[in-house]
């Protein structure tokens, strides 16, 4: 199985020890699930916790993120996620990572709902899902 996860569900996972995207996290470090990040990714990642949260330890944060995902190469571009471009790095990164889930808290990715059989869902729903597996 192959995931990647939105900037808002990393910076979850990363910051609140007792938030949905961090059990999850938990549970697919656990059962070495493959978590796929891309350059595009970790930029954004940089600029949210610079932008939001300028008190969090940023380095130590990026380098956990590094550790626990596979880096991947994004080649393809693409422009699927209208009202939000920017969100479309996400999907660059499944797309590359041939993943089977993204998991996100974004509206607009949760509104495509699937896409090029890469599904699109919360933390929750994938905990849910992931706890019929393991």
Same mark, same amino acid.
């Given at each position: 199985?192959?995931?990647?996860?939105?900037?808002?569900?990393?910076?979850?996972a990363?910051l609140?020890?007792?938030?949905?995207?961090n059990?999850?996290?938990?549970?697919?470090?656990e059962?070495?699930?493959?978590?796929?990040?891309?350059?595009?990714?970790?930029?954004?990642?940089?600029?949210?916790?610079e932008?939001?949260?300028?008190? %969090?330890?940023?380095?130590?944060i990026?380098?956990? /993120?590094?550790? &626990?995902?596979?880096? =991947?190469?994004? !080649? @393809? $571009?693409?422009?699927?996620?209208a009202?939000?471009? %920017?969100?479309n790095?996400?999907?660059?990164?499944? /797309?590359?990572? &041939?993943?089977?889930f =993204?998991i996100? !808290? @974004? $509206?607009h990715?949760?509104?495509?709902?699937e896409?090029?059989?890469?599904?699109?869902?919360?933390?929750?729903?994938?905990?849910?899902?992931?706890?019929l597996?393991?």
């Open positions: 199985m192959k995931i990647v996860f939105d900037t808002n569900v990393w910076i979850s990363m609140w020890n007792r938030s949905v995207a059990k999850l996290f938990k549970l697919l470090l059962h070495e699930v493959s978590i796929y990040t891309s350059y595009e990714l970790l930029v954004e990642c940089k600029k949210v916790l932008r939001d949260f300028p008190e %969090s330890n940023m380095k130590e990026l380098n956990e /993120l590094l550790e &626990s995902s596979v880096y =991947i190469q994004v !080649y @393809d $571009k693409v422009d699927v996620v009202n939000d471009k %920017s969100d790095i996400i999907i660059e990164c499944a /797309l590359a990572a &041939s993943a089977d =993204i996100s !808290y @974004d $509206k990715l949760l509104n495509i709902v896409y090029r059989n890469i599904r699109v869902i919360t933390p929750e729903r994938a905990l849910r899902l992931l706890s597996f393991f």
